[in-house]
């Protein structure tokens, strides 16, 4: 069974690093595709960022580069998403995401990572 | 980037009645080479991951029930829930694979009338 499961609740501060991870089972890391994809409060999703952790390749959405760094660590199966600088706009729900083998829409799915920024 | 709008935003439907959503794209995303339309479609349940239901436009995900079929080329597609069960109460979004960024439409809120 394949299964992403994500890291906890971050409760952070503008200006704040911070890294996000998704660790993956029950197929060949390697050999697929994993992203993120943002939700913000009460919005749609946005498609941010994959990496090939065969080769460590990447994509990003251009509304996303610079701001965000996605990368994997095949000795651990899993993925991070990571920030060097938090802005107020960065609190929204991530979810990792990986491909499947027949094409490059997500069929497997984390539980999410809730991201929020304080005053 | 392609551009991939719903509509419509919400919709209520009764039990057991048909439920459409329709999702365009700003441009074709059938590829020619193998004749396949790169558009996938995700159910996403009130504080829940989304959950693949359709890809290649009309292949059903191993496991989603039959009442839901996908259709459509190259900008314009449709999905439909052929008799809808309470357990259909979610958001749909559909989602482009043909060229990065591999943008989602807004989503479409489906409800019980």
């Known amino acids: ?3 992403l499961v994500q890291s906890g609740t971050e409760l952070k501060k503008s200006g704040e690093s911070l890294k996000i991870s998704c660790k993956a089972s029950g197929y060949s890391f390697t050999n697929r595709w994993i992203g993120w994809v943002r939700q913000m409060p009460g919005q749609g999703l946005e498609w941010m960022a994959v990496v090939y952790p065969g080769d460590s390749s990447t994509r ?3 509304s996303f580069r610079g701001h965000v760094t996605v990368s994997a660590d095949k000795t651990v199966s899993t993925a991070y998403l990571q920030w060097d600088s938090l802005e107020a706009s960065d609190t929204a729900m991530y979810y990792c995401a990986a491909f499947g083998p027949d094409g490059a829409f997500f069929k497997y799915w984390g539980q999410g990572t809730l ?3 304080s005053s | 980037d392609i551009v991939m709008t719903q509509s419509p935003d919400s919709l209520a439907v009764s039990l057991g ?3 459409t959503i329709n999702c365009k794209s700003s441009q074709s995303i059938l590829y020619s080479s193998n004749n396949k339309n790169y558009l996938a479609w995700y159910q996403q ?3 829940q991951p989304p959950k ?3 890809y290649w436009a009309s292949t059903r995900e191993s496991g989603v029930p039959g009442r839901f079929s996908g259709s ?4 314009d597609f449709t999905l439909t829930i052929s008799s809808l069960q309470a357990e259909d109460v979610a958001v749909y979004h559909c989602q482009q694979y043909y060229r990065p960024p591999y943008t989602f439409g807004q989503g479409t809120k489906v409800e019980i009338k």
């Open chain 2, 17 to 19: 009645e048909r439920a």
């Open chain 1, 60 to 62: 990003y959405n251009p």
């Open chain 1, 115 to 117: 991201v929020t920024l």
């Open chain 2, 72 to 75: 459509g080329s190259e900008t």
């Open chain 2, 45 to 47: 349940k009130a504080g």
């Open chain 2, 52 to 54: 693949l239901l359709i």
């Open chain 1, 1 to 3: 069974e394949v299964q």
